[in-house]
Structure formats: structure tokens, C-alpha cells
């Protein structure tokens, strides 16, 4: 597990501790995690192709959560996951596996389970590949988590939150968009895990 600060800038108004379990290579180049990739782009593959990236996804961030809980000393964190581009309606079952994965560990872990409570509830622009066909929705812009998503406020306010994601493109903003609707809702601490980091 490898630490990382997230810097303020206009997304965020201040600075948020990230914390990694490995760099992302590129699809499919050595040692890179692909399971991440399995897990969220396998339309036509059954949940149970799957069940061997489902294990190596949560043997990587079960440790990693449990380190970070330990550092943490607060055993009333809730664990939340930074949403899909698209309206869960548009994915199949097979695709929603990345949550599940998340959900599983705070359950182990005996965290509070919040994976429900960012939902995107309007299609917003896939980030990391401009030219789907049906990519359809806004770019990311200040405010877009808010603008598009559904929250479960009464599970946010107060809460020190664990914010889960994929993979962590600086630049991009998603996350620290993401990160400043759950403080403007009242959360009282956020710390970001990302499974990869991209360079």
C-alpha cells in the first residue's frame, strides 16, 4: 500500500490523503492488475467467468483497508465507492462486480457498508476513452458528482468515509469531484483508495 496526496484545486477545496495498491501499467502489460479492467468492461461474461478477478480484486484491498483502519484507529468508517459514468441501467450484472468486491470487504472488515450510497443516476462521459460510441453525457466539470448522482445523505453526514475507485488518473478530477460532494453533504472525513494508480 503506497500513500499519495491529493492537492487542492478547483474540485477541491483542500488537500485529501490517497492511498494506492499498486501503479497501473496499461492493459494487459506485465503485472498489471486486469482484473480491475475484467471486472468493470466484461458486458457478454457471466458473474461467474469472473470469480477468479472478483478473488484477486479482494485479496488486494481487503489487506490494504485493514491497514489503512488499523492507521486510522476509527472503527465506525464507512466504506463508499466513486460511481460508474453510466446509470447502473446500463451495465450488465457482470459489470457492477468492482462494488460487490468493495462491499464484500466492509462487510469482512466489519466497516459500514455506504457502496449504495452514491448512485449515478444520468450518464456522464466515459474519462479514460473519448471515442465510445454511446458516450454519451457531460465531460467532467465542477459540481458533476452532485449534478448527476443520488445520495444517501442521512449515511454520509458526520461519517469518516473510505472512498473507493478503480484506478486514479491525475487530471482527470472524477475523484476529487466526487470527494468534495461527499464533504459539502456533511461527511466529516474522506480518504481515497484507489486500486491503481495510473502514471
Known amino acids: 500500500m503506497k500513500v499519495f496526496e491529493i492537492k487542492q484545486n478547483k474540485y477541491l477545496n483542500r488537500d ?25 468492461n466484461a458486458k457478454k461474461k457471466s458473474e461467474m467467468d469472473l470469480v477468479k478477478d472478483f478473488i484477486a480484486a479482494y485479496e488486494a484491498i481487503k489487506p490494504d483497508l485493514q491497514e489503512l483502519v488499523k492507521k486510522i484507529k476509527n472503527p465506525k468508517l464507512m466504506v463508499c465507492c466513486v460511481p460508474r459514468s453510466k446509470a447502473d441501467s446500463s451495465y450488465a450484472n457482470s459489470q457492477l462486480l468492482f462494488r460487490k ?3 464484500c470487504v466492509a462487510d469482512e472488515l466489519d466497516l459500514t457498508d455506504g457502496t449504495m450510497a452514491i448512485k449515478r443516476i444520468k450518464d456522464t462521459k466515459v474519462t479514460h476513452n473519448w471515442r465510445l460510441e454511446d458516450n454519451n453525457g457531460n465531460a467532467p466539470y465542477v459540481g458533476i458528482t452532485r449534478d448527476t448522482c443520488r445520495f444517501d445523505t442521512k449515511q454520509i ?30 461527511a466529516k472525513n474522506v480518504i481515497l483508495y484507489i486500486v491503481a494508480k495510473a502514471a
Not at 499498486?22 to 482484473?35: E, I, V
Not at 453526514?157 to 491525475?170: C, H, S
Open 16 to 40: 485529501v490523503l490517497g492511498v494506492y495498491h499498486c501503479d497501473y501499467l496499461g492493459y494487459q502489460k506485465k503485472d498489471n492488475p486486469d482484473y480491475i479492467n475484467h471486472l468493470k
Open 157 to 186: 453526514r458526520g461519517k469518516d468515509i473510505i472512498l473507493v475507485d478503480d484506478i486514479y488518473t491525475k487530471g482527470i478530477n472524477i475523484d476529487e469531484d466526487c470527494i468534495q460532494a461527499l464533504f459539502d453533504l456533511g
Open 101 to 103: 468486491v468493495v462491499s
